[in-house]
């Protein structure tokens, strides 16, 4: 439930943006290596929603759709974790406003976002989406949410990667120097960044 409302948050933000700009945000990209890495990235998020319903409503399990271990305990904190996920998400979406993107246009270049959480985290929506992801792995331990969790945590370190680059090209020293200072999924210091000195 918590990520079929992180994924729909998701396509209302592709949705605006397209409406308010005329481009999709990223969704599908501009750029061939991002449209690629979505023939794999989609049917993972796709499976990362369906696979806990079919776990919690199929009288008979799947192949890969077994728990591994249930610790109901443990489960339950997954679940606490996905919800403080999500809420710690909607705040990072509200502070990139128009400037939130999920993929690389290099025909587009939107503003900076330095502030909020951005001052202690470069990525902080894909920390998040980490933190979601894991808690979903410990929520619904099987081998399936294993691998599904495994490809998502893999594609986020790449596209941060990906987009850091993209980023010091567009911007150049102004986002080089952030890079230089703040962590890109945990903060560095918590004194926060406070622009270019």
């Known amino acids: 439930m918590i990520v ?22 990223g969704f599908w990209p501009a750029e061939s290596l991002g449209r690629a890495l979505r023939f794999l990235w989609f049917p993972a998020i796709l499976l990362w929603f369906v696979l806990p319903l079919l776990v919690a409503f199929r009288s008979r399990p799947l192949i890969g759709t077994r728990y591994l271990l249930s610790i109901p305990i443990l489960e339950w904190l997954g679940v606490l974790v996905a919800v403080f996920a999500f809420g710690a998400t909607l705040v990072c979406w509200k502070k990139m406003g128009k400037s939130w993107r999920m993929g690389i ?30 808690a979903s ?3 619904v331990p099987t081998p399936a949410m294993l691998v599904i969790g495994a490809i998502h945590l893999i ?16 911007h150049g020293d102004s986002y080089a120097q952030y890079l230089r ?10 004194g926060g960044y406070h622009g270019a000195t």
């Not at 594609?155 to 980023?167: G, N, S, V």
């Open 105 to 134: 246009d290099p025909g587009e270049k939107t503003q900076l976002v330095f502030t909020g959480p951005y001052a202690y985290v470069r990525h902080p929506i894909y920390a998040l989406s980490s933190l979601l992801m894991l």
């Open 181 to 190: 200072r703040v962590g890109r999924f945990f903060p560095r210091s918590f």
């Open 155 to 170: 594609f986020l370190q790449w596209e941060a990667r990906r987009e850091e680059r993209y980023l010091v090209g567009a």
């Open 4 to 25: 079929g409302a992180y994924w729909s948050r998701v396509l209302r933000l592709v949705y605006k943006s397209y409406k308010q700009t005329g481009h999709n945000a």
């Open 137 to 139: 792995m410990i929520a």
